[in-house]
């Protein structure tokens, strides 16, 4: 492929991605209608929009616990049953309704899998699109606000996967709240949800518990410490000698898979429950293995179903795993993502010329990361 052949494709590529870029930063940057009237758990989710809100469903748990006071909180079924709400069909899902995807034979708590996923229903679009706001979307712990949200497209990317409609009781709102349609509970300046009141005992085990997702594991203390790895829910860890309070949180240093880093407490529960000093064992413990994780599309659209330019979020892997998860052919394939300083960065598989790709390979250098956002092509 010569250069000037190579011009055309790569400038009309970008021009797009900076129209798709642009339609993200409206999307997460707090652009819900200024005019709409909400209820009470929406206008209360719209008050965290752009902030950091953690995994999914400790959002949507917080929300409604703020709100309500009912706690949605354990088996991702059960749960909700527990705490008075109503399975709606998606066809009469409204305003306030929480979407929860999920594999119907595996919805416990420490559930751990592609797919999984919570957000609550802003606004019905018609042919079973939403206008939702969740946390997570991206897998960077953010709360945003997007449209044309399909669960039922989502679903059907991932094995067993089934969309549950649930809606949550606002008997318990205040009056205060009730009558003005937004929730009296103003959330606090730390609203991470807070750690637990007792720390783990160094030498114990514990068990990751982030709601289906990986635990990022940090190579210092605090939300700024760079990913040195990421375990996966139901992994367990060695709790090492070490705590400290930054950022809501309070950071325990431990270790997982031969890799030592902190990670967020309240992400930790003992394996055996109430830990005593007396029953913590320092003999050495078997690290533990991640699930392996296949090609895939953690959320968006595969380019290959797409049609055209696809923006989605890559399951991690190889270049080789890329062109799986994306479905599409060496020769004509195209990918683009962007550095930390927000610069574009292309991958054409087909190209044998190193320059050509040389500022994607800076950023990967052979390995893709969970969770990253990409844009790509097929034709």
Known sequence: MSRLRLQPRLLSAILVLISFATAILIVGGRQADATATYGPLITQALKYDGTRGGECYLFMQKVVKEVTGRLINGDYRQSYLDAGATEIALSQAQSGDIIQLVDDKNTAATASYAG?????????????????????YLFDGIVRVHDNYSPQDSAARYKN??????????????????KSGTASATPKADA???????????????????????LRIRDVAGLAGKEVACAPTG?????????????????????YNGVKGWAADMYLQPVSGIVTAASVDTSPQPAATPEPVLPAILSG????????????????????DLLAAAGCPKDTASFWATSGDGQFSWYIPAVT????????????DGTIPIGTPLMGRCG
């Open 116 to 136: 999984l996923h919570t957000a609550f229903i802003m606004d019905v679009l018609g042919g079973g699109k939403f206008k939702v706001i969740d946390s997570n």
């Open 301 to 320: 659209e595969a380019p290959a179903d797409s049609g055209g330019y696809s923006l989605f979020v890559f399951g991690g892997g190889t270049y080789e």
């Open 161 to 178: 996967i089934s969309v549950h409609i649930w809606r949550v009781p606002l008997d318990k709102v205040t009056p205060t709240a009730a």
């Open 235 to 255: 992994a367990q860890v060695k709790v090492l000698d070490g705590t400290e309070n930054l950022n809501g949180y309070r950071w325990q240093l431990i270790e």
């Open 353 to 364: 010329v190193a320059a050509v790709n040389a500022a994607w390979d800076g950023i990967f």
């Open 192 to 214: 991470t949800p807070a750690p637990r009141d007792t720390k783990l005992i160094p030498g114990t085990m514990a068990i990751i518990a982030a709601d289906g997702d990986c």
